[in-house]
Nanobody, 122 residues
Framework: QVQLEESGGGLVQTGGSLTLSCASS????????MAWFRQAPNKEREFVAA????????WYDDSAKDRFTVSRDNTKKILYLQMNKVKPEDTGIYFC???????????????WGQGTQVTVSS
């Protein structure tokens, strides 16, 4: 299991920016593909973005493309999600996941964080 802990959530105005972090204390973080998911109130969890273990490949949901950037620092064992031009529909609890399988569904993972709340005011 990969231990994960998200931080950086909060209240932000429409059009603003926010950076989420997902820190790990587990050595295997550096060899794991990582992903961000979010869950809005009364909705199912949905895929946001993912990055390969070495950062060479990145994937985004259409809703996040051109606004969000996923990155990682394997030396510090931290995953990031830079959120720009946020919209009210970006509101939700954001979770990071290690080795989600399938990538955009995460039926199984090697670990989930506890989540961090992002609220975008209109």
């Amino acid at each position: 299991q990969v231990q994960l802990e998200e931080s950086g959530g909060g209240l932000v105005q429409t059009g603003g920016s926010l950076t989420l972090s997902c820190a790990s204390s587990t050595r295997s973080f550096g060899s794991a593909s990582m992903a961000w998911f979010r869950q809005a109130p009364n909705k199912e969890r949905e895929f946001v973005a993912a990055i390969s273990w070495n950062g060479d490949s990145r994937w985004y949901d259409d809703s996040a493309k051109d606004r969000f950037t996923v990155s990682r620092d394997n030396t510090k064992k931290i995953l990031y999600l830079q959120m720009n031009k946020v919209k009210p529909e970006d509101t939700g609890i954001y979770f990071c996941a290690a080795n989600p399988r399938p990538l955009r569904v995460a039926t199984t993972t090697d670990g989930w964080g506890q989540g961090t709340q992002v609220t975008v005011s209109s």
